[in-house]
C-alpha cells in the first residue's frame, strides 16, 4: 500500500489487512464475493455479497437470520452478524470465467451486541487455542483428509462405483483418477495451500491429499475450504466426491489423521532429542490428555452414525485407546520425527466432522493433560487386533465408542470436552445427534431385508 492508501485506510477505519482485500478485489476482477461459516454440523453457509459491498462488511458486518442455521438461536433473537477474516480471502477458481472472478471471505459470528457468539464452531475453536496462548503456547496441526470418487448414474445421482480400481500408491493406469487429483491441487495452490503430497488410497477409488501442517485455526478453515475444492472439481469432472467415511462395507473407511505439536518461545514444545521418541515431557502430558479424553470427545470427531462403521477392527482404523511408534491400530502413532517436526498423529477422526470443533476438543483435551500431568503409559508395539479381552485388561487398553449413542453418552458425563464445546453446543450438538441416532434406530435397512425378510 502507498502512503496515501495507508492515510486512507487510517480514515476509513478499516484495517490494512482489510483494505489489502479491496485491492485484490479491484485487481482480479472480482464481482461476487462468498461470506462463509459453518453450522454445528459442519455444513459451510454462504452469502454471496457484490464486491461494492465487501468494504460495507468490513466495517459493519453482515446481517442475518440465526434461526434459519442449525444449532444457533431461536427465532426469537435471530439476529445475528457475519465478521469477514480479511486473513481468509481467496479467489475461486471454479468460479472464475476468464473476465471476473469470485471469492471467498471465511467470517466469525458474533451477536447483535458485538459479542462473538458462543454456539460458532469457529469461535469455539478461537477460544479453545486462547487458552493455548495463555500457557504460551501455539497449536500446529497437518490434516490428512481422506475421501472416494464415485461415479454418477444416467440421471447424474451419486453411486457407490468407484471411479477406478487403483490401490495404495498405484499410478495410472489403474488409478484414472490422477487427473482430478493433479486438478484438485493446481486449485488448491491457486487458493493458497501448499501441497505435500497426494496418492491413492487402499480402497478403490479412495485418495489423500496432504497440505502443509498450519496453526491450528487456519488448518480448521483449510480443511473446510478443501473439501468444497474436492466436491467442486469432482462435480466439473462429472463425478461425485464424498468424505462420507465409510460409503462401501468390507473396505476401508476415509479418516482424517491429524498430526498435532505445540510451539512456544523456544521452538517445538513436543521435541527432545533425548527421548527415545522425540518427545518432550509436554508431549507425553498432551498425548495423556488426549487418550483421557478420546471416547468423550469421539462423538465430536466421529459424529455420523456412519463413522463408526469406520472404527472396527481389521481396516486400518483405531478402535484402541493406546499409543505406538509403529502401530497403527493404536490411536496415536508417533512418526520417526524430530527437532520441529517432532509430533504425533491422533489417527481416529474422520472428514465429515466438523473441522473447528473437532480440533477444539482434542486440543482442548490435550491441555488438560499438561495441567495436570497425565501420564499416555508405555507404548504398544504389539497388535492390538489380536488382542483378547484379558490382554487388553493386562495392558489397560479401552476402546472407543462403538456407536453414535455411546459416544455421546461419553460426552454429556466429560466436563473437559463439554467446557471445549460450552454449553450452547454442547446441547445443540448432543440434540442433533440423538435425533440422527434415533432415526438411524427406526430405519429398516437393505440388509435387514436381505437377511430376515424370507428365513423368518
Same mark, same amino acid.
Given at each position: 500500500m502507498?502512503?496515501?492508501?495507508?492515510?486512507?485506510?487510517?480514515?476509513?477505519?478499516l484495517t490494512?489487512?482489510?483494505?489489502d482485500?479491496? &485491492?485484490?478485489?479491484?485487481?482480479e476482477?472480482?464481482?461476487?464475493?462468498?461470506?462463509?461459516?459453518?453450522?454445528?454440523?459442519g455444513?459451510?453457509?454462504?452469502?454471496s455479497v457484490?464486491a461494492?459491498q465487501?468494504?460495507?462488511?468490513?466495517?459493519?458486518?453482515? @446481517?442475518? &437470520?440465526?434461526?434459519?442455521?442449525?444449532?444457533?438461536?431461536?427465532?426469537?433473537?435471530?439476529?445475528?452478524?457475519?465478521e469477514?477474516?480479511?486473513?481468509?480471502?481467496?479467489?475461486?477458481? @471454479?468460479?472464475?470465467?476468464?473476465?471476473?472472478?469470485?471469492?471467498?471471505?471465511?467470517?466469525d459470528?458474533?451477536?447483535?451486541?458485538?459479542?462473538?457468539?458462543?454456539?460458532?464452531?469457529?469461535?469455539v475453536?478461537?477460544?479453545v487455542?486462547?487458552?493455548?496462548?495463555e500457557?504460551?503456547y501455539?497449536v500446529?496441526?497437518?490434516?490428512?483428509?481422506?475421501?472416494?470418487?464415485?461415479?454418477?448414474?444416467?440421471?447424474?445421482k451419486?453411486?457407490?462405483?468407484?471411479?477406478?480400481?487403483?490401490?495404495?500408491?498405484?499410478?495410472?493406469?489403474?488409478?484414472?483418477?490422477s487427473?482430478?487429483?493433479?486438478?484438485?491441487?493446481?486449485?488448491?495452490?491457486?487458493?493458497?495451500?501448499?501441497?505435500?503430497?497426494?496418492?491413492?488410497?487402499?480402497?478403490?477409488?479412495?485418495?489423500?491429499?496432504?497440505?502443509?501442517?498450519?496453526?491450528?485455526?487456519?488448518a480448521?478453515?483449510n480443511?473446510?475450504?478443501?473439501?468444497?475444492?474436492?466436491?467442486?472439481?469432482?462435480?466439473q469432472?462429472?463425478?461425485?466426491?464424498?468424505?462420507?467415511?465409510?460409503?462401501?462395507?468390507a473396505i476401508?473407511?476415509s479418516?482424517?489423521?491429524?498430526?498435532?505439536?505445540?510451539?512456544d518461545?523456544?521452538?517445538?514444545a513436543?521435541?527432545?532429542?533425548?527421548?527415545?521418541?522425540?518427545?518432550?515431557?509436554?508431549?507425553y502430558?498432551f498425548?495423556?490428555?488426549?487418550?483421557?479424553?478420546?471416547?468423550?470427545?469421539?462423538?465430536v470427531?466421529?459424529?455420523t452414525?456412519?463413522?463408526?462403521?469406520?472404527?472396527?477392527?481389521?481396516?486400518?482404523?483405531?478402535?484402541?485407546?493406546? @499409543?505406538?511408534?509403529v502401530?497403527?491400530?493404536?490411536?496415536?502413532?508417533?512418526p520417526?520425527?524430530?527437532g520441529?517436526?517432532s509430533?504425533?498423529?491422533?489417527r481416529?477422526?474422520?472428514?465429515?466432522?466438523?473441522?473447528?470443533?473437532?480440533?477444539?476438543?482434542v486440543?482442548?483435551?490435550?491441555?488438560?493433560?499438561?495441567?495436570?500431568?497425565?501420564d499416555?503409559? &508405555?507404548?504398544?508395539?504389539?497388535?492390538?487386533?489380536?488382542?483378547?479381552?484379558?490382554?487388553?485388561?493386562?495392558?489397560?487398553?479401552?476402546t472407543?465408542?462403538?456407536?453414535?449413542?455411546?459416544?455421546l453418552d461419553?460426552l454429556?458425563?466429560?466436563?473437559?470436552?463439554?467446557?471445549?464445546?460450552?454449553?450452547?453446543?454442547?446441547?445443540?450438538?448432543?440434540?442433533?445427534?440423538?435425533?440422527?441416532?434415533a432415526?438411524?434406530?427406526?430405519?429398516?435397512?437393505? @440388509?435387514?431385508?436381505?437377511?430376515?425378510?424370507?428365513?423368518?
Amino acid at each position: 500500500m502507498t502512503d496515501g492508501q495507508i492515510a486512507a485506510s487510517k480514515e476509513s477505519g478499516l484495517t490494512e489487512a482489510e483494505e489489502d482485500v479491496l &485491492d485484490q478485489i479491484e485487481e482480479e476482477n472480482v464481482d461476487f464475493v462468498r461470506l462463509q461459516f459453518t453450522d454445528i454440523t459442519g455444513t459451510v453457509k454462504n452469502v454471496s455479497v457484490p464486491a461494492s459491498q465487501v468494504e460495507k462488511a468490513f466495517e459493519e458486518g453482515i @446481517w442475518f &437470520d440465526g434461526s434459519s442455521i442449525e444449532g444457533f438461536v431461536r427465532i426469537q433473537e435471530s439476529d445475528m452478524r457475519l465478521e469477514p477474516d480479511p486473513e481468509t480471502f481467496a479467489v475461486l477458481p @471454479w468460479r472464475s470465467d476468464g473476465d471476473t472472478a469470485s471469492a471467498r471471505l471465511i467470517c466469525d459470528v458474533v451477536n447483535t451486541d458485538g459479542t462473538p457468539f458462543e454456539g460458532g464452531p469457529r469461535q469455539v475453536l478461537k477460544s479453545v487455542l486462547a487458552e493455548a496462548e495463555e500457557m504460551g503456547y501455539t497449536v500446529s496441526i497437518g490434516p490428512e483428509p481422506e475421501f472416494f470418487l464415485f461415479e454418477k448414474d444416467e440421471k447424474g445421482k451419486a453411486t457407490t462405483i468407484p471411479h477406478d480400481s487403483g490401490g495404495y500408491f498405484d499410478l495410472a493406469p489403474k488409478d484414472l483418477a490422477s487427473d482430478v487429483r493433479r486438478e484438485i491441487i493446481f486449485t488448491l495452490e491457486q487458493m493458497g495451500f501448499e501441497v505435500e503430497a497426494s496418492h491413492h488410497e487402499v480402497a478403490d477409488g479412495q485418495h489423500e491429499i496432504n497440505f502443509k501442517y498450519d496453526d491450528a485455526l487456519s488448518a480448521a478453515d483449510n480443511i473446510a475450504t478443501f473439501r468444497a475444492v474436492v466436491r467442486a472439481v469432482a462435480e466439473q469432472n462429472d463425478i461425485h466426491a464424498t468424505f462420507m467415511p465409510k460409503p462401501i462395507s468390507a473396505i476401508n473407511g476415509s479418516g482424517m489423521h491429524s498430526h498435532i505439536s505445540l510451539f512456544d518461545d523456544e521452538g517445538n514444545a513436543f521435541a527432545d532429542e533425548d527421548d527415545e521418541f522425540n518427545l518432550s515431557e509436554t508431549a507425553y502430558k498432551f498425548m495423556g490428555g488426549v487418550l483421557n479424553h478420546a471416547e468423550a470427545f469421539t462423538a465430536v470427531t466421529n459424529p455420523t452414525v456412519n463413522s463408526y462403521k469406520r472404527l472396527v477392527p481389521g481396516y486400518e482404523a483405531p478402535v484402541y485407546v493406546a @499409543w505406538s511408534d509403529v502401530n497403527r491400530t493404536a490411536l496415536i502413532r508417533v512418526p520417526d520425527a524430530a527437532g520441529a517436526s517432532s509430533r504425533f498423529e491422533i489417527r481416529s477422526p474422520d472428514p465429515s466432522s466438523n473441522p473447528y470443533l473437532a480440533l477444539a476438543v482434542v486440543i482442548k483435551a490435550g491441555l488438560e493433560g499438561i495441567e495436570n500431568d497425565a501420564d499416555p503409559g &508405555d507404548p504398544v508395539r504389539e497388535d492390538i487386533y489380536e488382542f483378547d479381552d484379558a490382554k487388553l485388561d493386562e495392558y489397560g487398553i479401552t476402546t472407543l465408542p462403538g456407536s453414535l449413542d455411546s459416544a455421546l453418552d461419553a460426552l454429556e458425563e466429560d466436563d473437559v470436552v463439554r467446557e471445549a464445546l460450552g454449553d450452547h453446543v454442547t446441547e445443540k450438538f448432543v440434540e442433533a445427534k440423538r435425533a440422527d441416532y434415533a432415526d438411524y434406530k427406526t430405519h429398516v435397512s437393505a @440388509w435387514e431385508k436381505e437377511k430376515y425378510l424370507e428365513k423368518f
